[in-house]
């Protein structure tokens, strides 16, 4: 049998965020706020002669619903820590679509890596390689520094070992996504990350309510709200119900009692709770 190594990452939902781009990729992140999701994605690295990634989409039931090949982050990860593996990604939420998918299948596929390979990597240390990956290939910039641990999130100072401080909570948010938004096109494009950062609150949110009327702020000054997000943010405003875009990624997310069933006009929202906890080794087989 092929000794395997298991790890998870949390996912985040950023409300806002303003990039600050340093002299290295240590340096470039972002400041802002989110929320740390409890659905995220699940990395299983088993050692192989030749690299190779496997991404999977799952369905409700855990069933395999869409799957690729290949990931130019991942085979950066592999090429750095010199090693070579099969890794395998799950997830069941959508790729692309804001909910930090990206870092997560960083930090849980370098969690199983270490472990496969006994490299003695700390927490610290897996976050900084995650990091500086998503930096590299544009894929994120505050997602690896939040996914560290759970909570209600706020981001003072960009990279994974600046100040970050986190509230515990006890909540669920209904999230819905229309489609990806690529990630690079914002991060890549100085037009769209000047009025990002203008729109950016200079503030950390108090609670939940705040965090929401931070993010909404920050979505509506951002200019990055298509018609059919503004479409499912309207009727969430008529029904007194807190909503924000998913940032980067085509969708909404939302909270209260009445958000699911608001939602559920415009698509399959999904629950999500909030993290208790960041990314972890689950097992290793021998």
């Known amino acids: 049998?092929?000794?395997?190594?298991?790890?998870?990452?949390?996912?985040?939902?950023?409300?806002?965020?303003?990039?600050?781009?340093?002299?290295?990729?240590?340096?470039?992140?972002?400041?802002?706020?989110?929320?740390?999701?409890?659905?995220?994605?699940?990395a299983v690295a088993s050692a192989s002669?030749?690299?190779?990634?496997?991404?999977?989409?799952?369905?409700?039931?855990?069933?395999?619903?869409?799957?690729?090949?290949?990931?130019?982050?991942?085979?950066?990860?592999?090429?750095?820590?010199?090693?070579?593996?099969?890794?395998?990604?799950?997830?069941?939420l959508p790729i692309g679509a804001g909910f930090g998918l990206s870092a997560a299948a960083l930090l849980s596929s370098i969690t199983a890596l270490d472990a496969l390979?006994?490299?003695?990597?700390?927490?610290?240390?897996?976050?900084?390689?995650?990091?500086?990956?998503?930096?590299?290939?544009?894929?994120?910039l505050g997602d690896v520094a939040a996914c560290q641990g759970g909570g209600l999130v706020c981001r003072r100072t960009p990279g994974t070992t600046g100040a970050i401080t986190r509230v515990s909570l006890d909540e669920t948010v209904w999230a819905l996504s229309f489609g990806p938004l690529p990630s690079p096109e914002v991060l890549g494009s100085a037009d769209r990350l000047a009025q990002v950062a203008d729109a950016c609150p200079d503030t950390c949110p108090k609670d939940l309510a705040d965090f929401f009327r931070l993010s909404r702020s920050f979505a509506e000054k951002s200019g990055l709200i298509p018609p059919e997000v503004r479409a499912a943010l309207a009727a969430c405003d008529d029904a007194g119900v807190p909503a924000s875009m998913t940032m980067l990624g085509l969708g909404v997310f939302a909270a209260g009692e009445e958000a699911g069933e608001v939602l559920a006009a415009f698509g399959d929202p999904i629950p999500l709770g909030v993290a208790r906890e960041g990314f972890r080794l689950l097992e290793v087989r021998p």
């Open 1 to 42: 049998m092929v000794r395997t190594a298991v790890a998870f990452s949390p996912g985040h939902i950023s409300g806002y965020f303003r990039k600050v781009s340093g002299a290295t990729p240590e340096t470039t992140g972002s400041l802002g706020a989110g929320i740390v999701i409890d659905e995220g994605v699940r």
């Open 49 to 92: 002669a030749v690299p190779s990634v496997a991404v999977r989409c799952l369905g409700a039931r855990g069933e395999v619903v869409a799957e690729s090949t290949g990931s130019a982050p991942l085979e950066y990860v592999m090429h750095e820590l010199g090693v070579t593996a099969r890794v395998e990604t799950s997830c069941r």
């Open 117 to 140: 390979f006994n490299l003695g990597m700390d927490r610290a240390a897996i976050a900084a390689l995650a990091h500086r990956t998503e930096v590299v290939h544009n894929t994120g």
